[in-house]
C-alpha cells in the first residue's frame, strides 16, 4: 500500500471490502447512494456523471495552466457542477 492508502489493487483500502474501512457503507457520499435516497433521478449513470466532473477539471486545469489570469476555476466549476445538479436532480 501507497501513502495514500492505495493498494496493489488501485483502490483506497478504506474501499476494498475486508480493507480498513471494511467496505461498509459503500453508498455514504457517493453518487449511486444520492440514487439510493432519492437526491438524484433513479437511473442516472454515475460512472458517467463521476467522468464529466473529472473530465470538466481537468480542462478548467488546462485552461488555468496556459492562462490563469483568465480562468476564474472555482466560479467555472460550481457553475457546472449546478447545472449537472439540475439535471441529474429529481423534477
Known amino acids: 500500500m501507497d501513502e495514500l492508502g492505495v493498494a496493489d489493487g488501485g483502490q483506497p483500502e478504506g474501499l476494498r471490502p475486508g480493507g ?3 467496505g461498509a457503507r459503500p453508498h455514504r457520499g457517493t453518487a449511486s447512494g444520492g440514487v439510493a435516497r432519492g437526491e438524484l433521478r433513479p437511473g442516472t449513470d454515475c460512472e458517467a456523471a463521476g467522468r464529466e466532473i473529472l473530465a470538466v ?3 478548467l486545469q488546462i485552461q488555468w495552466v496556459l492562462a490563469p489570469a483568465s480562468v476564474d476555476m472555482p466560479a467555472r466549476l460550481r457553475g457546472f457542477l449546478d447545472r449537472l445538479l439540475r439535471d441529474l436532480s429529481p423534477a
Open 20 to 22: 480498513e474501512g471494511g
Open 57 to 59: 477539471m481537468d480542462g
